[in-house]
Structures are given as C-alpha cells and as structure tokens.
C-alpha cells in the first residue's frame, strides 16, 4: 500500500469524484482509477460505490478512512522533520471565516511568509459544521472561529485572542433612525451574525417582512452602501467606510460582542512551521485588542 494511493482516496472522498481528483493532482484519469485498484486489489474489497455521477464510500471504505488518515498525518510529519533542526518547510492549512481572513489575518500571513519562506500555507473558509471534523481529520491545522457561545468540543484546544465589537449598519443616518419596514441582509444559516440580527430587531421591536439572505459579509456591506437594506456587521468590517462616510452605524451595547478564538485538536502535533504561525498570531492579537479598545472608547 502506497502513500500515494491514499493520497488518491482522500483527495476523490474531499472533492466528490475521480475526475476531479485527478485534476487537482495532476494524473490522468487512468493513473486515478488504477490508484484506488491497487488499494482495492490488496484490500479484497471495493472502497468506492460508483452510482451514476455519485461516488461513496462502501463499508470497506469507511473502514480504511481513519486509518489512512491518520497514515498521511504521520506522512507529514515524517517529511518535516528536518524543519526541526534546519530551514521551516512543510506546508500548513488553516481556515477561518471571510471576516478574518480579509481583516484579521493578512498580517499574520505577510509575516509568516517573511519569517518561514520556504513553508507553504493554504487558506480555507470555516464551515462551522465541519470544524470538529476539518481539525480531527486533518483536513485543518489550524481554525479561527467568531462566536459567543463557550461550549466548546473536549476534544479540541481553545485559545480566546480577541473580541469584536458590532454594529446595526445602515446606509444613512435617517433609516439608522427607523429600521421598521427595512429589507433585512441576512448572512447564511448557522452564522453568528444572523443570530444577533434576530436579536437586534427583537429586542428593539423593529417589523420588517422582507428579507434577503446573502454568502458573504462583503456582500451584506456593498448591498447596504448602495441602499438596498440594513443589518448587523461587526466594526472591524465597516471601519474603513464607517470614516469614509459611506455607511452609518450604531454600537450594540451590552455583552453583545462576539470573541475570536483559535483552535486545534488537542492531539494535533504541532510542527515548526504551525508554532511560529501561532506565535505570530498571539502577538498580532495583540493590535486587534487595541483596535478593539478604540472602537469601545
């Protein structure tokens, strides 16, 4: 059984097919199909259930993913062992939500990138359903979530860096005065955001019957500049227009304020490369807390 075999099978189960397997690897499809034979022929069994466009998993298959999992994670480390007394190498994956990876971290990578040359590193968007899954199958290094809820999975490690003031966001000051009757930007289903927007228009008795949900933050903002509705964004995201003039806002008072925090499975090995990522992390929380102090004064 080869390394890159299994490399083969979690590529075709993470993308949902063999063709795209084999465009994200570089082979032929061929090379594919006789990667997952070779497991096959040595496993007796068939992995993969091939039912019209659908490709899943058999029992067999199911069987092998923990293992083979936790084989390319030894893989990995085996290869970055020589980061250990040499130059950091490896590659890292880290995934965090749209705010953050467009306001929080292009610091930290600008310096990692400065720090550890050679090392590469993948950004992911956070799918909050999948992020106990994502860091216990390795499909994750590192996660950054945005929330306000501190029950947390046991089995991962919690470090809080930072809290993020929000905002009721209009486009200008006289429907910042009266959100009755304001078409409400929603983010997707499960986002914090949406959540406080509920609690928002609840809390304030505000009526409004339309509603239009959205993928994006970016979105949710460009939507409010050009006057088509209101809701609730956190400060960081509407700063720059909030001075510009383009937007108006109102703090949410209270404990109203969500936290960020950063998160790996507490069996994860950590290697050269992921520590100095971390290290940088924790000192460049130390700015968006000071952010965060002139904001809230």
């Not at 470090?159 to 905002?167: D, I, Q, R, V, Y």
């Not at 910042?176 to 809390?203: P, T």
């Not at 404990?255 to 940088?280: C, E, G, N, Q």
Request: charged share 25%; aromatic share 8%.
């Amino acid at each position: 059984m080869e390394i890159r075999h299994l490399i083969t099978f979690k590529t075709i189960i993470d993308l949902g097919g063999f063709t795209k397997a084999a465009e994200h690897l570089g082979y032929a499809q061929s090379t594919i199909t006789s990667h997952i034979k070779a497991l096959e022929d040595e496993l007796g069994q068939p992995v993969f259930n091939r039912i019209g466009k659908k490709v899943l998993l058999t029992e067999t298959g199911n069987q092998l993913l923990p293992h083979a999992l936790k084989m390319l994670s030894i893989y990995k480390y085996i290869k970055e062992i020589s980061s250990e007394n040499g130059e950091i190498q490896g590659e890292i994956v880290i995934s965090a939500p749209e705010v953050l990876l467009i306001y929080r971290l292009p610091p930290v990578i600008k310096a990692f990138k400065e720090t550890c040359p050679k090392a590469d590193i993948q950004l992911k968007h956070l799918e909050p359903t999948a992020l106990y899954s994502d860091l216990a199958n390795g499909n994750a290094d590192l996660a950054f979530i945005v929330g306000s809820n501190d029950e947390f999975e046991e089995a991962l490690i919690y470090e809080k860096l930072n809290t993020e003031p929000m905002a009721a966001v209009s486009p200008n000051l006289s429907i910042m005065n009266n959100f009755n009757h304001q078409v409400l930007l929603y983010s997707e289903k499960g986002c914090c955001y949406r959540q406080m927007l509920d609690q928002w228009i609840l809390e304030n008795e505000m009526k409004s019957e339309q509603k239009i949900e959205l993928w994006s933050i970016e979105a949710i903002k460009q939507c409010i500049i050009c006057g088509l509705g209101v809701s609730v964004l956190p400060y960081i995201a509407i700063k720059n227009e909030l001075e510009q003039g383009k937007l108006t806002a109102e703090k949410i008072g209270g404990d109203r304020m969500l936290s960020t925090y950063m998160a790996f499975h507490k069996d994860k090995w950590l290697s050269p490369a992921l520590k100095v990522f971390i290290d940088i992390v924790k000192r460049q929380s130390e700015k968006w807390k000071a952010d965060v102090q002139s904001i809230i004064n």
